[in-house]
T-cell receptor, first 113, second 110 residues
Framework: DADVTQTPRNRITKTGKRIMLECSQT?????MYWYRQDPGLGLRLIYY???????NKGEISDGYSVSRQAQAKFSLSLESAIPNQTALYFC????????????FGPGTRLTVL | GQSLEQPSEVTAVEGAIVQINCTYQ??????LSWYQQHDGGAPTFLSY??LDGLEETGRFSSFLSRSDSYGYLLLQELQMKDSASYFC???????????WGLGTSLAVNP
């Protein structure tokens, strides 16, 4: 089984809908991250969490919210989806050993019409 | 502030050697990482350099010069499957969170 899983893998939705993307990990890592990727813009950090009680905004948090339900689960919500949130979304985990080596889920391709 | 620069695209032929450079500006630097991402796939970790010098892992090597705020990824004996995007990322700041470059798209041609 994969260490970092994301559901759904693909989602098409309409403008204004609320969407939740879920991430689970079995690596036992404390740190979890949500990124979005758009062509030519690399990986942009949306939110990150260093433990269950710690939530931090990344560089592009507007329009998004997160919930860290447990060490293994980190969900990303789009409260009212808009077309420019169409992107590939990745969840990642890491443990604090100085290198912050990150392990990524397979990604969720989200299309907002 | 913190920033990284890497070329947006590199093209090479099978069997050749290619070097992807990365320069960075930051305070509180701990190390430089490289990740590979195939089209439609997830980024995967390749290497990490905390100290100056060359680290070799099979056909891939990574180099760091802390005094020059510079590193590179060297890919030898290129294969078609090496066509991918390569991201450099620096481990910096009090929380040692990764800061990412925009990625270099490598095309390996026959």
């Amino acid at each position: 089984d994969a260490d970092v899983t994301q559901t759904p893998r693909n989602r098409i939705t309409k403008t204004g809908k609320r969407i939740m993307l879920e991430c689970s990990q079995t690596k036992g890592h404390d740190r979890m991250y949500w990124y979005r990727q758009d062509p030519g813009l690399g990986l942009r950090l949306i939110y990150y969490s260093f433990d269950v009680k710690d939530i931090n905004k990344g560089e592009i948090s507007d329009g998004y919210s997160v919930s860290r339900q447990a060490q293994a689960k980190f969900s990303l919500s789009l409260e009212s989806a808009i077309p420019n949130q169409t992107a590939l979304y990745f969840c990642a985990t890491s443990e604090f050993r100085g290198t912050d080596t990150q392990y990524f889920g397979p990604g969720t391709r989200l299309t907002v019409l | 502030g913190q920033s990284l620069e890497q070329p947006s695209e590199v093209t090479a032929v099978e069997g050749a050697i290619v070097q992807i450079n990365c320069t960075y500006q930051t305070s509180g630097f701990y190390g430089l990482s490289w990740y590979q991402q195939h089209d439609g796939g997830a980024p995967t970790f390749l290497s990490y350099n905390a100290l100056d010098g060359l680290e070799e892992t099979g056909r891939f090597s990574s180099f760091l010069s802390r005094s020059d705020s510079y590193g590179y990824l060297l890919l030898q004996e290129l294969q078609m499957k090496d066509s991918a995007s390569y991201f450099c990322a620096i481990n910096a700041g009090n929380n040692r969170k990764l800061i990412w470059g925009l990625g270099t798209s490598l095309a390996v041609n026959p």
